[in-house]
């Protein structure tokens, strides 16, 4: 059974600062990965949408790369800024699924001014 | 704006007084899912929803119903809450089976069964 995880739970850094989120996955037959971004009140964003082909997609000061054999996915932040601060959520879409996303419990971000 | 809104944002409701959660998107997406998130198991999956009138089970689909009778709208339906179904609950829609697409959700419901 496919299992997300992402480390570190939580995160605080000083403005400024790039960084950089880890996702990992248990099985690598997946169609594709999405980063998302979770405020409270607000839901869930779609932030990055990596194909299972690919090796990164980008968007602005955000930079997500995907390493399928391995299982592993990074989320680049770069200059992070007090509105980052937010919760990161993994999810990967099973190949054997029917459109269920499994996500991993996210990591808590933190940026100090 | 696209968006998917989800009707209400906070509830709470006695034990057994059945409820139900609206979820509605105007994008004209085929699927639609709903999904609950626990503190310490994150967002697990419902039911789905692959266009009208189709509908399957997700991971935790005990003690829920959902229908599909027009594309926009995928209501959740609780006939007899319980307290372990104290959540919050997100709508999800894609444009199809989101093998390719970003999957777009609504703000949340956080629903107490006391």
């Known amino acids: 059974k496919q299992e997300v995880t992402q480390i570190p739970a939580a995160l605080s850094v000083p403005e400024g600062e790039n960084l950089v989120l880890n996702c990992s996955f248990t099985?690598?037959?997946?169609?594709?990965l999405q980063w998302f971004r979770q405020d409270p009140g607000k839901g869930l964003t779609s932030l990055l949408l990596?194909?299972?082909?690919?090796r990164e997609q980008t968007s602005g000061r955000l930079n997500a790369s995907l390493d399928k054999s391995s299982g592993r996915s990074t989320l680049y932040i770069a200059a992070s800024q007090p509105g980052d601060s937010a919760t990161y959520l993994c999810?990967?879409?099973?190949?054997?699924?029917?459109?269920?996303?499994?996500f991993g419990k996210g990591t808590k971000l933190s940026v100090k001014p | 704006e696209a968006q998917v809104t989800q009707n209400p944002r906070y509830l709470i409701t006695v034990t057994g007084k059945k409820l139900t959660v609206t979820c509605s998107q105007n994008?004209?997406?085929?699927?639609m899912s709903w999904y609950r998130q626990d503190p310490g198991l994150g967002l697990r999956q419902i039911y789905y929803?692959?266009?009208?009138?189709?509908?399957d089970k997700g991971d935790v689909p005990e003690g829920y119903k959902v229908s599909r009778k027009e594309k926009r709208n995928f209501p959740l339906i609780l006939e007899s809450p319980s307290p372990n179904q104290t959540s919050l609950y997100f709508c999800?829609?894609?444009?199809?089976?989101?093998?390719?697409?970003?999957?777009?959700f609504g703000q949340g419901t956080r629903l107490t069964v006391v």
């Open positions: 999800a829609s894609s444009l199809n089976r989101p093998i390719s697409q970003k999957a777009f």
């Open positions: 099985d690598s037959a997946i169609y594709n």
């Open positions: 990596i194909q299972s082909s690919q």
């Open positions: 999810a990967v879409l099973d190949g054997g699924s029917q459109g269920n996303l499994i």
């Open positions: 994008m004209n997406h085929e699927y």
């Open positions: 929803s692959m266009n009208v009138e189709v509908t």
